[in-house]
């Protein structure tokens, strides 16, 4: 039964029902096939369910509004086959990106596409009510006003932290939201689902949703320097959420100091390169530690992200490539591991976030 959230929206269809295997199955198939819709027939065939069930899910599906007639086929006998698609527009998710500086939210339909988008400054060290104040305004604002039902609201920010139960640890640079439980915290003022990720998890979601295949790893070089690792395509979270705290690995023992408490590290090496203009060193730095968890983990693909990487993302991708390069010849290696900027620009931490609530429904993730 329909009702309303905080944010002004119905919040429709219960998602719990849809997260179920053979919903999702139904579901990611219907989103697969376009417009020009998927027959009763093809999807039973397809997910191995009998028809019964493809019946009953679909019928559901229809009621909640989340799958509509795309027209008819013509069968190889008997009458013709009804087609049905996903109606993207039936619901939507909000993804935003709380970074150290910035708030950047988008709002996405079904199928990804994003139909709404703000980005306004922010201090996340601020603390926690003008930060919820600031997160609520803009999530909520995005949403209000927006057919279907809104799934919920993905929020992806420096680590660590634990996405299990969406609490904060020691954010790097911002003691002050140690032990803060930010999910519940927002789900009790908007209303609806809330899911807490770190902005690399959720931008290497984002990528392995949008097609990225195999084993990688999302490098973000932003205000900070962290990874988002997916081997085999599923992100590699790690038993406390730690992985992918790439960018205090040390490389300098006695290098410089870094707010995290030690010294040398990747980020503080990087961030030290760029404020002196130095791009070559900092992408040279960053190939350094590229090249550290290419030899540790044996992944197919290194992506580039962050404002810093895409203002000049160029300089950085010849740099990274030129270390892991200079490695493998080292090591005898046929080839290099290859090196690419992340399609989704600044926007790809939020629109992962936003995949934190939208992949688990067509089973395409964990959330």
């Known amino acids: 039964m329909n009702g309303t ?51 009953k899910i679909t019928a559901r599906l229809r009621e909640e509004g989340f799958a509509a007639e795309a027209g008819q086929r013509a069968s190889t006998g008997g009458k013709p086959r009804t087609l049905l698609r996903l109606v993207p527009g039936a619901g939507h998710a909000v993804g935003v990106h709380l970074d ?89 003022r908007l209303g609806v689902p809330v899911v807490v990720d770190k902005d690399t998890n959720a931008a290497a979601l984002g990528l392995a949703v949008g097609g990225e295949r195999g084993s990688f790893a999302y490098l973000h070089l932003g205000t900070g320097l962290g990874a988002g690792l997916v081997i085999g395509g599923t992100v590699h979270r790690g038993a406390r959420t730690g992985a992918g705290e790439f ?49 540790l983990l044996d992944i197919d693909l290194v992506l580039l992200g962050g404002r810093t990487v895409t203002a000049t993302p160029g300089p950085f991708v010849r740099g990274v490539t030129s270390v892991l390069a200079d490695r493998a010849r080292r090591e005898g290696l046929p080839e290099a591991v290859p090196v690419r900027l992340a399609p989704g620009g600044d926007r790809a931490v939020a629109d992962g976030a936003a995949q934190l609530l939208l992949a688990p429904v067509f089973g395409r993730g964990d959330g």
């Open 5 to 55: 959230n905080g944010t002004g929206r119905t919040t429709g269809v219960n998602l719990p029902d849809l997260r179920n295997h053979n919903a999702a199955l139904v579901l990611d198939l219907l989103r697969a096939a376009g417009r020009d819709g998927i027959s009763r027939l093809e999807l039973a065939d397809r997910t191995g369910l009998t028809p019964q069930a493809v019946s």
């Open 100 to 188: 150290r500086d910035e708030l950047r939210a988008v709002l996405t339909d079904l199928d990804g596409s994003v139909v709404g988008e703000r980005l306004v400054p922010l201090d996340l060290g601020a603390g926690a009510e003008a930060v919820l104040d600031t997160v609520v305004r803009e999530a909520g604002g995005l949403a209000h006003g927006t057919s279907g039902s809104l799934l919920g609201v993905g929020i992806a920010l420096p680590g660590p932290l634990d996405h299990v139960n969406g609490v904060l640890h020691r954010v790097t640079g911002f003691a002050e939201w140690d032990g803060f439980p930010l999910r519940d915290a927002l789900a009790d």
């Open 247 to 295: 960018g205090h690995q040390v490389i300098q023992m006695d290098g410089l100091h870094c707010w995290c408490g030690n010294r040398g590290c990747v980020e503080a090496l990087c961030l030290a390169a760029i404020g002196k203009g130095d791009v070559s060193e900092a992408a040279r730095v960053l190939g350094e530690g590229a090249a550290n968890l290419v030899g």
